[in-house]
């Protein structure tokens, strides 16, 4: 049986998702049980400290727990904490010309992350898991380089199709947390030595 001790060094990854989980399911709930309307802009909030929140957070903290923690440079670690608190707060702001700014901040700790599983990667056996987080990695670069699209169009910047509007969410979601989901599944419950 391999060690499941939590490194250290993904501790403030868990913390700061586990917070940013509070806060979305606080406003879940809060918006399902139609006790307070919420504006337009708390509801984005909401979906993105969902998906670029505290998920993406805890997919960091895994692909550093696969990857070998000590490897993460902390300023990745602790860039992508703030980077995702800024996105959030943009959306919550619901103010269209910052959103495309703080997505670029967002964009280019997924940027640096997936360079940094690509790196890593290449120094190990490829696993499953550890293919599935390449993978999903590469998944959440496209579908965050989708999203600053997006947050330009909704800026005013020039009109965008429905066809590419509508491939953000499904990158987001079947491309990058379902592949992110089989990487923690295969790692926490797929035999020792799983092979790609």
Not at 21 to 46: Q, R
Not at 177 to 192: C, N, R, Y
């Amino acid at each position: 049986m391999t060690d499941r001790t939590v490194p250290r060094d993904v501790v403030p990854l868990l913390f700061a998702s586990m917070a940013i989980f509070v806060v979305t399911v606080v406003m879940g709930i809060l918006n399902g049980t139609d006790l307070v309307e919420l504006p337009h802009g708390a509801l984005l909030a909401h979906v993105h400290s969902g998906t670029l929140g505290w998920i993406t957070l805890s997919i960091f903290a895994a692909a550093a727990w696969i990857f070998g923690a000590a490897a993460m440079p902390r300023l990745l670690r602790d860039g992508s904490i703030v980077a995702v608190i800024l996105y959030v707060a943009a959306f919550w702001a619901d103010v269209a010309e910052i959103r495309p700014v703080a997505g670029v901040l967002m964009l280019a700790a997924i940027v640096w992350f997936a360079l940094w599983v690509f790196r890593v990667r290449a120094a190990r056996q490829l696993t499953v898991p550890g293919l599935s987080i390449l993978l999903a990695s590469v998944n959440l670069v496209i579908g965050g380089f989708l999203g600053v699209v997006l947050g330009l169009a909704h800026a005013g910047l020039f009109e965008l199709s429905a066809e590419i509007a509508g491939a953000h969410p499904a990158m987001m979601v079947v491309g990058y947390l379902i592949l992110a989901g089989v990487a923690m599944d295969e790692e926490l419950v797929g035999g020792e030595g799983t092979h790609a």
